[in-house]
């Protein structure tokens, strides 16, 4: 299984994988278009605008990002995608994070910096405004960008280019409402005038410190907010006289603040990120060589955490050393489940009735034998007059009792399938809530 988080930037969505130790093999750091597919589709996978991989810098910088489109491409740069990816940095790396990092993407080197209220502001390096750069066949205007005029059915269109590491088609119109965004959006996508394809931003300006897009991505067509898109419509508005070098940028998820102050500088990107939930894909999911990276990855990052060990007899420990105990690997039936399994640090479990009847005298019985272990340890302290050695392992096989019927078997293999499916902190959580009633009611 591989494990993987979940975040969004304005409700652009996206699947990031840690890969930075590089643990990551083949199938991942290469992956397969179809898979990609897989995974980003809404009903029959994860969901996602893309894919993001943190991968280990070629060179002085802090990483490299690879990201990839939900069609399975491959794009440049994403403005929303490295916000998302920030955050995950600071959220994976906790007190030892940073609060900037450069990374290096297909566009060049980009450095996102996590201010103190939480948004992430990111330089986002200097436009390119040559049609050789973007790439685009559109004539270079008198405007400072390439622009021209694009025929669709009945319809001529104005239009400008601007790449910010990936092309950008900027689309002045009058009412976002009143145009056929569905039809428009991928033939513009796909037009000759940009041989690489290119997004697609349709804009409405409200005022000199306010504009509106819409955003007709390539590669996934209508997203919820496009970062780089939305420093592009700046540019190209500011450029066509059409906006302030400072402005809010709204899309439908949100707004960004974008500057471009300095005509020979860098576009400045400020807005949120948050994350979603941290899970793995199961076995069905996964490329055949990525078994056991999310546990890889746990003790990486999160080796002060709790951390459960699910061993044989359905006990359970928490544990603070660094080490994950492979038991939880071995288990026979995490190959069982055919569809992702999901844990939300935002969310509490929901528990059936049965669950909540068996899992508190679990937790309970797992106390009371670790209570006895403490108590076996101390013994083994002691000078003994046993002409044989105490056997530990011989003692902990005799606590444990094999269910005598079906109604035992099924009740355990319940239990079972709730722990295969449910987070870490949830199930410490769980109990302590259950001793805490357990110290309650004895009082």
């Known amino acids: 299984m591989l494990q993987f988080s979940k975040y969004q930037g304005l409700g652009n969505d996206f699947l990031i994988i840690e ?16 898979w990609i597919q897989r995974i980003c589709d809404r009903r029959f996978g994860v969901g996602g605008d893309g894919l993001i991989l943190a991968l280990p810098a070629s060179g002085d910088a802090d990483l490299r990002m690879r990201i990839f489109n939900a069609d399975g491409s491959e794009a440049e740069m994403c403005g929303n ?7 995950f940095l600071a959220d994976t790396d906790g007190e030892t994070s940073k609060s900037s990092w450069s990374v290096e993407t297909s566009a060049g080197l980009i450095q996102p910096c996590l201010l103190e209220d939480g948004s992430i502001e990111v330089d986002m390096g200097r436009p390119l405004l040559q049609p050789a750069e973007i790439p685009s066949t559109l004539e270079f205007g008198p405007a400072g960008l390439p ?16 790449g910010m590491g990936n092309p950008h088609m900027v689309v002045p119109v009058e009412d976002l409402d009143a145009i056929p965004f569905e039809q428009w959006g991928p033939t513009l996508e796909d037009d000759p005038a940009f041989p690489a394809r290119t997004n697609v931003h349709f804009l409405q300006v409200h005022n000199r410190q306010q504009l509106e897009i819409r955003v007709w991505e390539r590669g996934s067509g209508p997203t919820l907010a496009c970062g780089t898109g939305a420093c592009a419509t700046l540019v190209a508005a500011v450029l066509l006289g059409l906006c302030d070098d400072v402005a809010e940028v709204r899309l439908p998820g949100g707004s960004l603040q974008i500057s471009w102050t300095d005509r020979d500088g860098s576009v400045l990107m400020t807005g949120p990120a948050e994350a979603v939930f941290d899970a793995v894909l199961t076995p ?3 490329p055949a060589d990525c078994q056991g990276l999310e546990l890889v990855h746990l003790q990486q990052t999160q080796p002060s955490q ?9 006990s359970i420990e928490a544990e603070s050393a660094p080490d994950l105990n492979t038991a939880y690997q071995e288990q026979e039936f995490k190959s069982e489940f055919q569809e992702p399994a999901f844990t939300s640090h935002a969310q509490e479990p929901t528990f059936t009735s049965e669950l909540k009847a068996e899992l508190p005298e679990l937790f309970s019985d797992q106390r009371d034998i670790t209570l006895e272990r403490q108590e076996i340890t101390a ?37 079972q399938n709730f722990l295969s499916g449910t987070s870490l902190d949830s199930l410490l959580k769980l109990a302590s809530d259950s001793l805490d009633k357990r110290s309650r009611d004895r009082k």
């Open 19 to 34: 890969g930075r130790h590089g643990q990551l093999p083949s199938t991942v750091l290469s992956p397969d278009p179809a």
């Open 81 to 87: 995608g490295i916000r998302c990816l920030a955050r």
């Open 147 to 162: 622009q021209g005029e694009i025929s669709i059915g009945r319809a001529t269109l104005a239009v400008a280019a601007v």
């Open 284 to 286: 069905a999911f996964t």
């Open 306 to 314: 709790p951390q459960i060990t699910l061993q044989t007899d359905l």
């Open 379 to 415: 013994q083994l302290a002691e000078p003994s007059t046993d002409q044989e050695p105490f056997n530990p392992e011989a003692s902990k096989a005799s606590e444990a009792q094999e269910p005598t019927n079906d109604a035992e078997k099924k009740s355990l293999k319940r239990v």
